[in-house]
């Protein structure tokens, strides 16, 4: 069975700190692997990795898969309470372009 | 043993058919939703449910009808399918006052 595991479950910093979010996986079929933050309402797409070893940047977020060991992390640098968020991984898994997701990672900054 | 299930998990159809798409969640949560992926992978919420009462209702055509049997069960019927319809549709689910919500895996509708 297909299924996306991701860590910590929460995480609780002040701002300013540096966190990592991690999120592996293990699936039968690979196509790409997609991280999001959930607020309020719908989740927000933050990155969409396919290949090893690039690293996607936006502003204090980046986000890089190593599919050799299966997994991706994605880093938050200078953390603003405005980050305080559920981070969720999720993996498609091929054509049909359907999700397996992780059970998120609670990020609470604090100021 | 799954949370969150849809049903079915592919869906091909001609423009114009009725379809209905069944969302189940055994996790005991009072909170339901269904979201459409676009072209772009973003999520957009397309209505919310919380304890068979709609909470959430975006702006969505009325051909698309979302109902509530129960607290685990929240079902998409869209009428008069178009081809701009194809997508992929998520349910979830979460419990009030928590913001932890668990996805089932989607379900591929093709219109043709």
């Known amino acids: 069975e297909d299924k996306v595991v991701q860590s910590p479950l929460s995480l609780v910093v002040h701002e300013g700190d540096t966190v990592t979010l991690n999120c592996s996986y293990e699936?039968?079929?690979?196509?790409?692997l997609l991280w999001y933050k959930q607020e309020k309402k719908a989740p927000t797409f933050l990155f969409m990795l396919?290949?090893?070893?690039i690293e996607k940047k936006s502003g204090r977020l980046s986000s890089i898969l190593d599919k050799k060991e299966l997994f991706s992390i994605l880093n938050i640098t200078a953390t603003q309470t405005g980050d305080s968020a559920i981070y969720l991984c999720a993996v498609d898994t091929g054509g049909s372009e359907k999700l397996v997701f992780g059970k998120g990672t609670k990020l609470t900054v604090n100021p | 043993d799954t949370a969150v299930s849809q049903t079915p998990k592919y869906l091909v159809t001609q423009m114009g058919n009725d379809k209905s798409i069944k969302c189940e969640q055994n996790l005991g949560h009072d909170t339901m939703y269904w979201y459409k992926q676009d072209s772009k992978k973003f999520l957009k919420i397309m209505f919310s449910y919380n304890n068979k009462e709609l909470i959430i209702n975006e702006t969505v055509p009325n051909r698309f009808s979302p109902k509530s049997p129960d607290k685990a069960h929240l079902n998409l019927h869209i009428n008069s399918l178009e081809l701009g319809d194809s997508a992929v549709y998520f349910c979830?689910?979460?419990?009030?006052?928590?913001?932890?919500?668990?996805f089932g895996q989607g379900t591929r509708l093709t219109v043709v």
């Open positions: 396919t290949s090893s070893g």
């Open positions: 699936v039968t079929n690979f196509r790409s």
């Open positions: 979830a689910s979460s419990q009030q006052g928590k913001d932890e919500a668990f």
